[in-house]
């Protein structure tokens, strides 16, 4: 009789046991969850640093064009696009025509899409709209927007991981 009552008694988990791997699974629970949310954070700073990179660079690129004389300017325009959009649209080149003349050699696109902020969860905004810009005209320290994107920043009002707001990078 005392084997049997011992047997029935091994079958299961006692209570203890049940609160202490409760307890065990709560506690790495709670290390994974911040672990997660700053490696999504990294991951997110990772993608503005791209994004920033490739308007930048398109800015640079209309820039050049302009400067070049492969795009029209006006008398006293900077030279940088008037808004991010003309960097997605098919600019017409000045003086280039080959033999053929087909349309493809006298369009330039500088940038095939234009990035969103990663840190603007609103799918509704467009991707020019997600970004604050800043005029040639206007100065380093007071950025405002202008008759042109002479740079661009995140309009997140968050802190990055190394403490710098995400608007000044």
């Given at each position: 009789?005392?084997?049997?009552?011992?047997?029935?008694?091994?079958?299961?988990?006692t209570f203890i046991e049940l609160v202490i791997t409760l307890a065990l699974v709560g506690l790495l629970s709670m290390m994974a969850v911040p672990l997660y949310e700053m490696t999504a954070t990294r991951m997110r700073e990772s993608e503005l640093r791209q994004?920033?990179?490739?308007?930048?660079?398109?800015?640079?690129?209309?820039?050049?064009?302009?400067?070049s004389g492969s795009l029209a300017r006006e008398a006293g325009d900077s030279g940088y696009p008037p808004t991010l959009e003309k960097l997605t649209e098919p600019l017409?080149?000045?003086?280039?025509?080959?033999?053929?003349?087909?349309?493809?050699?006298?369009?330039?696109?500088?940038?095939?899409q234009l990035p969103r902020d990663p840190f603007n969860t609103d799918p509704e905004v467009p991707?020019?709209?997600t970004w604050n810009t800043r005029a040639y005209a206007s100065r380093a320290n007071d950025p405002q927007p202008g008759d042109d994107v002479f740079d661009v920043s995140s309009k997140s009002?968050?802190?990055?991981?190394?403490?710098?707001?995400?608007?000044s990078w």
């Open positions: 009789m005392i084997a049997l009552s011992h047997r029935a008694a091994s079958r299961g988990f994004a920033l990179r490739t308007i930048r660079s398109g800015i640079d690129a209309y820039k050049a064009a302009t400067d017409e080149l000045q003086g280039k025509r080959d033999l053929s003349g087909s349309i493809a050699s006298q369009r330039m696109v500088i940038l095939r991707a020019a709209m009002s968050r802190l990055g991981l190394d403490g710098t707001p995400y608007a």
